[in-house]
């Protein structure tokens, strides 16, 4: 079984720590995608389960056997990098089979082998051609073929996407899903790309400043994140927040007082929370809509600017409260000019709220529509 254990895995460069006791249990066959803002540790995290770096502190475990002091090579895993790092004066079968011939493979032995991982990534038809003689695209799946041939234990991706066009992108991930449905691998992905982790992953881990936020499903983490960070992490564009204080509480029913007096209904657990505590109030831009009338959970503002998608139009708001950035999914042929004054509301079960500390207050109801 190809499973993945880190338990207080720590990392220090010189006295500083970059990871500061991870904790993680990866099953076999299950892909997982480490994203978090840059800094937060994701790529050296992945560096030290592929062994590149040394950990610091705590035990790390692939297949049930300990690896804090065992070389790359002896960890069964292969790494597909960012750059394609492919040998420039190789064809493509050269570069595929190199690293076999490395582990004393002859070329009868390596040859099917190689065939054989051309032909699943359809690259059969540029096995003799140069790197420089290939797309970005192409040269990718040259060297996420290169993994392949190796047939390790565990896969590990450090944003092997990042340096293709948005429409290479897509293409990649399709093929990228293809194959851990087809292989049925360990597979560990570092991305930027939230697009990337909610489409590729079966659970998520999100980090910051070197710590485990939350490990989750995307949809776990969509609805029902463990806090603030997290909210606003996943979710594009990211969740709208405002201040906000209690002002009653009834079961499964909070009120809130915003800013500008307004008062709104969410449906969370708010269990060791009081009136007259400050809170923030949580709403995806997907879950606003446009009053038509006056209504319950309203929230007003003047219109900053509209960016016209052909989708989909993004609203930009003015909010009294607000502490980022307010946007508004609306219809595509959605029209409103600056210094016009908006009003959307959203339901009760779409909202979030969130304590002093940044903690969630639990949804009843998170996956309402």
């Known amino acids: 079984m190809a499973t993945v254990s880190l338990k207080g895995v720590k990392k220090a460069f010189s006295s500083v720590y970059t990871l500061h006791g991870i904790d993680l249990e990866i099953k076999d066959g299950e892909f997982v995608v480490f994203v978090g803002p840059s800094g937060c540790g994701k790529s050296t995290l992945l560096r030290t389960i592929a062994g590149l770096e040394d950990i610091t502190d705590g035990e790390m475990c692939i297949d049930g056997l300990r690896v804090n002091e065992l070389p790359p090579v002896k960890r069964g895993i292969s790494m597909v990098f960012q750059s394609y790092a492919l040998y420039p004066h190789m064809d493509v079968f050269e570069n595929l089979a190199f690293g076999l011939k490395l582990a004393g493979m002859k070329t009868v032995e390596y040859t099917p082998l190689v065939e054989r991982v051309a032909k699943v990534l359809q690259i059969e038809p540029l096995l003799h051609r140069k ?44 093929e990228i899903a293809r194959l851990h449905r087809e292989l049925g691998s360990t597979m560990i992905y570092v991305t930027h790309d939230q697009t990337e982790a909610m489409t590729l992953a079966d659970r998520i881990v999100v980090l910051r400043a070197g710590q485990v936020e939350q490990v989750g499903t995307p949809t776990e983490l969509y609805y029902q994140p463990d806090n603030l960070f997290v909210a606003g992490f996943i979710g594009s564009p990211k969740m709208n927040t405002l201040n906000a204080k209690i002002a009653a509480i009834q079961e499964g029913r909070v009120t809130v007082v915003l800013a500008d007096g307004c008062q709104v209904v969410v449906t969370v657990d708010a269990a060791g929370a009081g009136i007259g505590d400050e809170v923030i109030l949580g709403v995806r831009p997907e879950h606003l809509k446009i009053s038509a009338a006056a209504g319950s959970n ?53 909202g979030f709220l969130f304590k002093a500390d940044g903690s969630a207050m639990r949804r009843l109801h998170p996956l309402a529509e």
């Open 131 to 174: 790197p420089r003689d290939m797309s970005g695209g192409q040269r990718q799946r040259v060297a996420i073929g290169r993994a392949i041939v190796q047939k390790p234990k565990v896969f590990l991706f450090d944003e092997p996407l990042s340096n293709l066009d948005a429409s290479l992108r897509v293409q990649m991930r399709i």
């Open 298 to 350: 309203e929230l007003a503002g003047v219109t900053l600017t509209l960016e016209q998608l052909g989708e989909a139009s993004m609203l930009y708001l003015d909010v009294p409260g607000m502490r980022d950035t307010f946007v508004a999914r609306m219809p595509a042929l959605f029209s409103s000019k600056p210094g016009e004054r908006s009003v959307l509301h959203f339901k009760p079960e779409h």
